[in-house]
């Protein structure tokens, strides 16, 4: 019965208005944000003394212009497009995770003792799913803590997110000062099975940057979330459940079992990002280098527009402003860079609502 | 009495909302010293009449006239100023404050100037709590108070303000038959103290009860202007509903053969059925009723008697206190939503923007909502037939504009209706639940859902109609029940049913045979 004249009649419609409406929606708030970060980046460097040309000269070569900058931020955008696509994945359910912290170093830690208990040798194609298991495994079990007092005793996951950010990584701490540290350092010995293979050791350029193999898996994971979300019964779910919650309960989705398989998916992401740090990086777990990463994740999310390829953007975005900040250290601070993404971050907040007015406005006006 | 000024006058008053008219031919004369209610249907103009008293819309014509002085198009500041005084149906109070800090909210009286003079603001209010009998301690926190105080805070903050007019919207909707009376007494004595009272509301026991006049409107008109004395709620009832030009007035379905191979127990059963509401009332209160294949039951009643709790229970979104509710046999009473489903339950939600859309999402994810799972294939929802289940239903019930990737919220009232509508009647079921199908849907939309639920009834599904527009609900029924205060006031075949006779039960005026 469908009949193709309708479908016809359609399809310019489908390629045309929405389309361009949505990509604009999309980019056109980061963008803006980007301009007036830019803006505020000129006043701080002029108020330094300094040509923001030169500065931004000096950025872009030390972080895009060679191999080694590129590579650390390569290296640092994918711990965060795992903690980014783990708050965004939280996000489409209306849940707010600010467990990023924690979960990161509970799968970090949860990677290292795998690499540990596995015997010299193991091959990557074994080790690597193991690791990656337990450090979800980790990362799961810290997120579903939340999710379940939610959804059990109605308390608010951003509160309890915080909190058990304090408590898991303190035990962590305990384990590594107590227990498993090597003698001198807080770290634990280096692991025995997965290390993963460098960027260098493919395309010797690379030297010394530490991007690795993980890079790859961030973007398996940005892919599979977005599979997820927009394709599958789950996303389609969880999706309803963070737009209008009372629609779900009518459409028959149970809100709660959704908080639960969301915040735990979430602290999974999350958690696996900890072998980019722990497999690909210095082999060991050591406390504390999860630090940053998971509230970055926050600003990742937010400026990706929650959406898995807007994510691995921000990620690099992100990334490639922590690298600069050392590249432009010896004309401005490097604490420039932390105020720029400070700005950029309230920029897209501000701006999300702002431009969708104003482009709502101009579109009205060109129609009519 | 002619020479008297009225203390306001709105004539000819057009009000549209795109391509939805509010107010058309709009007018409302109180004079000074009078309760004055204005009744009518949901959505027949008196609150946008007020917001534009109240100076928060401005009218697209007509004039605004207080106490004789035209001031069409004021702002709200001025209407404050005027002395008009607005108390909302929902709350705008503070939690955390005072009573006394919500009421000098925005003019607190201060200590040079800085300090807030807790004292000085908490005399005050005892000062006016004493002068109008609004008696309520100045210090309570707000987030202490029951519903009935807090809307005794609510109206001592329009008169802190300097109000001599005052407009209450739905003020009962949310209290206990004591507090109503007691709201009566304040009301009372505040216009023998020479104010001025516009009552909106759409119970007309408290009209008849409480005002001198009566204006009454209909689909965004004014149709009447009565002195209370001179009135029943009866002919009340027949002004607000009755209908000049109406489709289905007077049309009344035929019987039809009942499918013999019926067994007893098909269609829907519901057994003494409770339902507790939010401040530990009973809303729904052991109501009892079966729905046959092939039939439809019609709930009439003036809204908040307990239809919307009742239709929210049978679909699974609100838990029961009591009774038993049975589809086909199956006891689903304490069953999820998506086992109801299975059991073959659809339900047309009377919210479409709270219950039957996700507003983001496109029309044809829209249309598989409560049907994902026949959708998925392992997990996966199959996206082609997604759309093709989406372009039949399109053409099917002509929602327009025919585009299965655009977002709900880009159609009209009308259309997302339909998009609901079709989703649930192209479904495999067995009982119907329509809440409000009609609500908010254009004349041609309405003929159409109306051959789609009698379709339906030919068919054999067993169909509860809710609705508050008694035409359709005498238009389609095959009987009728009347729910006043949470129970059935009567349950009558619709060949006995008029407006009139329903009218009686739904003021709870007459009661009836109902259990």
Redesign the interface.
């Given at each position: 019965m469908t009949g193709s004249p309708l479908a016809a009649e359609i399809k310019p419609t489908v390629s045309g208005a929405p389309w361009r409406e949505r990509a604009e929606e999309a980019l056109i708030p980061p963008l803006v944000a980007l301009l007036v970060a830019l803006i505020c980046g000129d006043l701080l460097i002029l108020s330094y003394g300094q040509s923001p040309a030169a500065v931004y000269r000096l950025l872009l070569e030390g972080t895009w212009g060679n191999a080694y900058g590129f590579g650390q931020v390569l290296y640092k955008a994918t711990t965060l497009a795992f903690t980014g696509l783990a708050v965004s994945f939280g996000l489409r359910a209306g849940l707010f995770n600010i467990g990023g912290e924690s979960q990161l170093a509970a799968g970090g830690f949860a990677a290292a003792l795998t690499g540990l208990a596995l015997p010299v040798g193991t091959p990557l194609i074994l080790a690597l799913p193991l690791c990656m298991i337990a450090a979800g495994a980790a990362g799961g079990v810290a997120g579903s803590v939340p999710a379940y007092l939610k959804t059990r005793f109605g308390a608010h996951e951003v509160i309890v997110t915080i909190m058990l950010n304090f408590i898991v990584l303190a035990l962590l701490n305990w384990f590594i000062a107590g227990h498993l540290h090597v003698p001198e350092t807080l770290h634990t010995p280096e692991i025995h099975a997965g290390v993963l293979p460098r960027l260098a050791d493919i395309s010797p350029q690379f030297h010394g940057s530490a991007a690795n193999l993980a890079l790859i898996v961030a973007v398996l994971a940005a892919g599979v979330v977005w599979f997820y979300l927009f394709r599958s019964r789950g996303g389609y779910d969880l999706r309803a459940v963070g737009l209008q919650p009372s629609a779900a309960e009518y459409g028959g989705i149970s809100v709660g079992r959704v908080w639960l398989r969301a915040l735990t998916l979430s602290g999974m992401i999350a958690g696996i990002g900890g072998i980019n740090y722990v497999l690909g990086y210095k082999h060991y777990y050591e406390d504390g280098f999860a630090s940053g990463a998971g509230f970055m994740g926050i600003a990742v999310a937010l400026v990706g527009r929650n959406h898995p390829i807007g994510v691995l953007v921000a990620a690099f975005f992100f990334a490639t402003l922590s690298q600069g900040g050392l590249a432009i250290h010896a004309f401005v601070p490097k604490q420039m860079m932390d105020v720029l993404q400070g700005v950029v971050i309230l920029a897209v907040a501000v701006s999300v609502p702002e431009v969708r007015r104003i482009l709502r406005g101009a579109r009205r006006r060109s129609d009519a | 009495m002619k020479e008297r000024e009225a203390a306001v006058r709105l004539s000819g008053i057009e009000k549209s909302f795109g391509a939805i008219m509010a107010n058309h031919g709009a007018s409302l004369e109180v004079m000074p010293g009078e309760i004055h209610a204005l009744v009518g249907e949901n959505g027949a103009g008196k609150s946008t009449l007020m917001r534009i008293l109240g100076g928060l819309m401005k009218p697209d014509a007509g004039r605004v006239e207080v106490n004789g002085r035209d001031v069409t198009g004021w702002s709200t500041n001025d209407a404050i100023a005027a002395g008009i005084g607005i108390v909302h149906q929902h709350f705008m109070l503070v939690p955390t404050l005072s009573v006394a800090e919500n009421l000098v909210l925005g003019c607190e009286p201060k200590t040079r100037g800085v300090v807030l003079d807790y004292n000085r603001a908490a005399d005050d209010v005892r000062k006016l709590s004493s002068e109008t009998g609004l008696v309520i301690a100045p210090e309570r926190l707000v987030s202490d108070l029951s519903v009935g105080e807090a809307q005794r805070v609510e109206i001592l903050k329009v008169l802190f303000r300097g109000a001599r007019i005052l407009v209450l919207d739905e003020p009962t909707a949310v209290l206990s038959p004591p507090e109503v009376r007691e709201l009566w007494a304040v009301l009372r004595r505040l216009r023998d103290k020479g104010n001025t009272i516009v009552l909106i509301t759409h119970r007309l026991d408290e009209v008849v009860e409480l005002s001198d006049t009566i204006t009454v409107m209909r689909a965004g008109q004014t149709v009447a202007r009565i002195k209370t004395s001179e009135t029943t709620p009866a002919e009340i009832a027949r002004l607000m509903v009755g209908r000049e030009v109406s489709l289905s007035a007077g049309k009344r379905v035929q019987p039809i053969a009942r499918p013999t191979n019926v067994r007893p127990d098909q269609g829907l059963d519901v057994r003494n059925l409770g339902i507790t509401g939010s401040h530990g009332v009973r809303v729904v209160d052991g109501v009892t009723f079966k729905v046959q294949p092939g039939e439809i039951l019609g709930i009439a009643g003036v809204e908040g008697n307990g239809q919307t709790e009742l239709i929210e229970a049978l679909?699974g979104?609100r838990t029961v206190a009591g009774g038993e509710i049975l589809i086909d046999g199956n006891d689903i009473t304490r069953r999820?939503?998506?086992i109801?489903?299975d059991a073959g339950l659809s339900?047309i939600?009377e919210d479409r923007h709270?219950?039957?859309?996700?507003?983001?999402?496109t029309v044809a994810?829209n249309l598989?909502?409560?049907l994902?799972?026949h959708?998925?294939k392992r997990?996966?929802?199959d996206?082609d037939r997604v759309l093709?289940n989406a372009?039949?239903e399109?053409?099917s019930f002509d929602i327009r504009?025919?585009?299965?990737?655009?977002?709900a919220r880009a159609l009209s009232g009308g259309n997302q209706q339909k998009v609901v509508v079709a989703r649930e009647m192209g479904r495999s079921f067995s009982v119907l639940l329509a809440s409000q199908p009609t609500r908010g849907v254009d004349v041609g939309a309405i003929e159409f859902i109306h051959q789609q639920l009698l379709d339906a009834r030919a068919k054999g599904k067993a169909i509860l109609l809710v609705s508050a527009e008694l035409n359709e609900v005498l238009a389609l029924s095959d009987r009728i029940a009347v729910m006043y205060r949470g129970k059935f006031a009567v349950v009558m075949p619709s060949a006995e049913a008029s407006e009139e006779v329903l009218g009686e039960y739904m003021i709870g005026t007459k009661k009836g045979n109902a259990a």
């Open positions: - | 679909a979104l999820s939503v998506a109801r489903h339900h939600p709270r219950r039957g859309l996700i507003l983001e999402y994810d598989i909502l409560g994902q799972k959708f998925a997990g996966v929802i996206g093709e372009l039949e399109i053409s504009p025919p585009n299965p990737v655009l977002p």
